[in-house]
């Protein structure tokens, strides 16, 4: 029972770089989250999706990019990578609105440092 | 905006002891509070979700209250363990369309053998 999957689990960037992080879910959900978590932080919602095809800006969209052409996955992308990017980076899942049944599901992270 | 803040940071108990931590947030409109469990380099684990219109929620050695008028949730954790050491964050979530969570920054838990 995979749950969310993410890789790489760990990546060093270059300024100016650019990258993907990969999530990856086999509950067959239809809601994904992507969400960054800086030291002693909380965690901060970047994108989201409800469902294929269809995407949406959170909190902190900038300098990221989105797309969901599956159910199951849901890459995140770094264009042009910048200090400020250094975080680590979380992908969730959830069958739909939230409720006592459905509770997020995360990955276990990608730890990302620009340097 | 959402504010949801966790006092204290950090805490350090001894065995067996029964301990609360708090969660407070500013916006009482809010669909639902979860609690959340994160081990060292792992993922969020959730714990328990309150729904608005609940007061609280028990798993086992765990019980969450919400009170949405005031702007707090606890989290009551019984007969403490050195398994439960780690750092628990409180999130609520909005009722707008993004239906984001807002989280705490957490408070870390040491308990002591």
């Known amino acids: 029972n995979a749950g969310v999957t993410q890789t790489p689990k760990f990546r060093i960037l270059k300024i100016g770089q650019s990258m993907t992080l990969q999530c990856t879910q086999d509950m067959n959900h239809n809601y994904m989250y992507w969400y960054r978590q800086d030291p002693g932080m909380g965690l901060k919602l970047i994108y989201y999706?409800?469902?294929?095809?269809?995407?949406d800006k959170g909190e902190v969209p900038n300098g990221y990019n989105v797309s969901r052409s599956t159910t199951e996955d849901f890459p995140l992308r770094l264009e042009l990578a910048a200090p400020s990017q250094t975080s680590v980076y979380f992908c969730?899942?959830?069958?739909?609105?939230?409720?006592?049944?459905?509770?997020?599901?995360f990955g276990n992270g990608t730890r990302l440092t620009v340097t | 905006k959402q504010e949801v803040t966790q006092i204290p940071a950090a805490l350090s108990v001894p065995e067996g002891e029964n301990l609360v931590l708090n969660c407070s947030f500013t916006?009482?409109?809010?669909?639902?509070l979860q609690w959340f469990r994160q081990d060292p380099g792992k993922g969020l684990t959730s714990l328990l979700l309150?729904?608005?219109?609940?007061r609280e929620q028990t798993s086992g050695r765990l019980n969450a209250s919400l009170d949405k008028s005031s702007g707090r949730s606890t989290l009551y954790i019984a007969a403490s363990q050195p398994g439960d050491s780690a750092t628990y964050l409180c999130a609520a979530q909005e009722v707008t369309g993004a239906n984001n969570l807002f989280f705490g920054t957490g408070t870390r838990l040491t308990v002591i053998p």
């Open positions: 999706s409800v469902g294929a095809g269809i995407t």
């Open positions: 969730a899942s959830s069958p739909g609105t939230l409720n006592y049944n459905s509770p997020l599901h």
């Open positions: 309150i729904q608005s219109s609940q």
């Open positions: 916006d009482s409109a809010i669909y639902n």
